[in-house]
């Protein structure tokens, strides 16, 4: 079944270290995104790339790296440099912007 | 960047239908409109999509007025299952600018 895959589902991480989300798809999607979710907010988004080797900041990039080196996978760095990084993250991808997005099941990260 | 407004939450019972309307007085021309269904812990789901008039799936309805400022989504007959944060997008197909969600229409369903 075609579907998008977010691991690890929970996730903890010492204060000071880097962390990376991965995120793979295998619906041929072009774009992928990376969402933040805080609880009770909405989402609000990190980075996106439309095709392989590009992508764009959100609203909420820093502290954050992504890299788009395959159609299939987007992975997503919390850096030290992301001072409040415990959240739920949410990885989706579509056909094109706002052609309906697929979401993955999310990744629960907590700072310890 | 066309901006959305919805209810912060609605309540509803089982059986019943449930409209929840969302404000997007600045929509452009090229804009659709898109709806999600998000339940607690998981990834918000694809629910319709719309340009103008009516839109209806096996799920929900989409009602669009013509002045496309406003837009209604409809659920038939819901269940405690629905229980859900519903969001309200908008977005031109392929325009790399309009990718935000907002906070959502939180809705209970009570038996």
């Known amino acids: 079944d075609g579907g998008i895959t977010q691991s690890p589902k929970y996730l903890f991480r010492k204060e000071g270290q880097n962390v990376t989300l991965s995120c793979e798809q295998n619906?041929?999607?072009?774009?992928m995104y990376w969402y933040r979710q805080d609880p009770g907010q909405g989402l609000r988004l990190i980075y996106y790339s439309q095709i392989v080797n590009d992508f764009q900041k959100g609203d909420i990039a820093e502290g954050y790296s992504v890299s788009r080196e395959k159609k299939e996978s987007f992975p997503l760095t919390v850096t030290s440099a992301q001072k409040n990084p415990t959240a739920f993250y949410l990885c989706a991808s579509s056909p094109a912007a706002n052609y309906g997005y697929t979401f993955g099941s999310g990744t629960r990260l907590t700072v310890v | 960047l066309a901006k959305t407004t919805q209810p912060i939450s609605m309540d509803s019972y089982e059986g019943q239908e449930v409209n929840i309307t969302c404000s997007h007085n600045?929509?452009?021309?090229?804009?659709?409109i898109t709806w999600y269904q998000q339940f607690p812990s998981q990834g918000p789901r694809f629910i319709i999509q719309?340009?103008?008039t009516k839109v209806t799936n096996e799920v929900a309805s989409l009602f669009i007025p013509a002045d496309r400022k406003s837009s209604t989504l409809s659920l038939p007959r819901v269940s405690l299952s629905d229980t859900a944060v519903y969001y309200c997008?908008?977005?031109?197909?392929?325009?790399?600018?309009?990718?935000?969600f907002g906070a959502g229409t939180r809705l209970t369903v009570k038996p």
């Open positions: 719309g340009y103008k």
């Open positions: 619906l041929n999607h072009d774009a």
């Open positions: 600045n929509i452009a021309t090229n804009d659709y």
């Open positions: 997008l908008v977005g031109a197909l392929a325009d790399n600018n309009d990718m935000r």
